[in-house]
């Protein structure tokens, strides 16, 4: 279509006669939700095509369950045998971000004809991940079968009578990352469209969670995890209001992995190592290494806890959780 356009140069009016592609408003722009969806290299559609072949190519058998390692964490499984670790790029169909204390690898720990899936690592937004893309190894696991997800981070202290190398069992989240995995649709295409977040942290497992987290020697406590984008750590003031809102640790993860692995029908446990007091509550400042060094310290301890715990959820012949 021809415009005339009338601009000023100088003291004369030009006319300019152009062509221009007329869309708005005839078609209106994509909408935030529509613009990320467009983006993304991921689709539900895709990500059950990506189930289908992993389970050709690595015939997990049963999958029992999603085991997420948080930073400078290691998590190994007593009575099961590790067969394969894959690195994350040759599962996902997207680039991959280095994190130091992360490794990016999934292993399959084996039983008879039960796996665990073990992520070495996370996935953050901070990183440059989309949601969907945080998520992807949950809803993978949970196509496969997965019934548990039980993901462990590490996270700062919001309240100073919590020592460093604690853990805290998670019972509820505060979420203001910003987003939500469940956007678009993936509400519609992978569950409920307006999922009830009551329990989303199993009752069952938690309780199992402290006994087990106690006889393992931890000193243990039960609360809210409050989960911030980052990267940077938080201000003293910013400490102060999450510790105000009734928020127990503050950390960057976990929370998406929870709507999306809810959302599938997953049954929940979380388990927070505080690796560090919150800004302002130590004289000092705050640095990654801190964080990466609590998870060597707790290794063994955690090793223990997962032990136990495994044994309990996955007796041999059980459905599932402990009755």
Not at 45 to 63: H, K, M, N, T, W
Not at 198 to 220: H, I, K, N, Q, W
Request: glycine share 8%; hydrophobic share 45%; charged share 20%.
């Amino acid at each position: 279509m021809q415009f005339v356009e009338r601009i000023a140069v100088g003291k004369k009016i030009v006319q300019i006669h152009c062509l221009r592609e007329l869309v708005y408003p005839f078609a209106p722009p994509p909408s935030p939700v529509e613009s990320q969806t467009m983006k993304e290299s991921l689709t539900p559609a895709s990500i059950r095509e990506l189930a289908r072949d992993f389970e050709r190519q690595y015939q997990p058998g049963r999958v029992r369950a999603l085991m997420v390692a948080g930073s400078g964490l290691k998590l190994e499984v007593p009575g099961w045998h590790p067969t394969e670790t894959i690195s994350m790029a040759d599962i996902m169909p997207f680039p991959m971000h280095h994190l130091e204390g992360h490794d990016h690898s999934l292993t399959l720990w084996r039983r008879d004809d039960e796996t665990l899936l073990v992520m070495n690592g996370r996935f953050h937004l901070y990183q440059g991940y989309s949601p969907a893309e945080v998520v992807a190894p949950v809803r993978l696991a949970a196509l496969l079968g997965a019934e548990v997800l039980l993901a462990t981070n590490a996270a700062g202290a919001l309240d100073s009578s919590i020592p460093p190398g604690s853990l805290v069992v998670v019972n509820d989240h505060i979420n203001l990352l910003g987003s939500n995995p469940l956007v678009g649709a993936w509400a519609k295409e992978m569950g409920p469209q307006f999922p009830d977040m009551s329990e989303a942290y199993d009752p069952e497992l938690r309780r199992l969670a402290l006994r087990c987290a106690t006889d393992a020697g931890f000193e243990v406590f039960e609360g809210i995890y409050v989960a911030v984008l980052g990267p940077s750590f938080e201000t003293p003031a910013e400490v102060r209001m999450l510790a105000g809102m009734g928020g127990t640790v503050v950390g960057m993860s976990t929370v998406p992995e929870v709507l999306a692995a809810h959302h599938m029908g997953l049954k929940i446990l979380v388990l927070s190592l505080a690796s560090n007091p919150a800004a302002g509550l130590v004289d000092r400042p705050l640095t990654h290494q801190e964080v990466l060094e609590s998870g060597r310290e707790a290794a063994d301890t955690m090793k223990r806890l997962l032990g136990s715990l495994v044994e309990r959820i996955f007796c041999p012949g059980g459905s599932g959780t402990e009755k």
